[in-house]
């Protein structure tokens, strides 16, 4: 967690969590912190955790079960899943607008950064 950063603690967390999942830190039905455990340890609230908790389950990385705790998703990438999703949305706005793939590509390319290649 980076305090001075302007990124919001509860996106950080976020953005974090993803990560992990992405490299293979945190893998599939991998058991999670409380949010209370997780807060005490970063020294933040637990309203802040929980927002990050609650944004990560709607997008499909983590599941709460009751109880037991939560777990990451065993179910497919959510990265990848978010990923098709926006592509798919992203498709559909470029085609009501009247407009190809290769407009879209190039818009593409310059939301990333001036032809800069993604990863």
């Known amino acids: 967690m980076d305090p001075?950063?302007?990124v919001p603690p509860f996106e950080?967390?976020?953005?974090?969590v993803l990560a992990l999942i992405r490299q293979g830190?945190?893998?599939?039905?991998t058991r999670l912190p409380t949010v209370r455990k997780l807060a005490a340890d970063l020294g933040l609230a637990p309203n802040t955790v929980a927002r990050?908790?609650?944004e990560l389950e709607l997008n499909g990385a983590i599941?709460?079960?009751?109880?037991?705790?939560?777990?990451?998703s065993g179910?497919?990438?959510?990265?990848?899943?978010?990923?098709?999703?926006?592509a798919e949305e992203y498709a559909g706005h470029i085609r009501?607008?009247?407009?190809?793939?290769?407009e879209a590509a190039a818009f593409l390319d310059t939301?990333?950064?001036?032809g800069a290649k993604a990863p």
């Open 4 to 6: 001075r950063s302007a």
């Open 12 to 16: 950080q967390i976020r953005v974090q």
């Open 25 to 29: 830190q945190l893998e599939p039905e």
């Open 52 to 54: 990050a908790y609650r």
């Open 63 to 72: 599941e709460t079960r009751g109880r037991h705790g939560t777990f990451v």
């Open 75 to 86: 179910h497919d990438d959510p990265i990848q899943r978010q990923a098709q999703k926006a």
């Open 96 to 102: 009501a607008l009247g407009l190809g793939h290769s």
């Open 111 to 114: 939301a990333f950064g001036a």
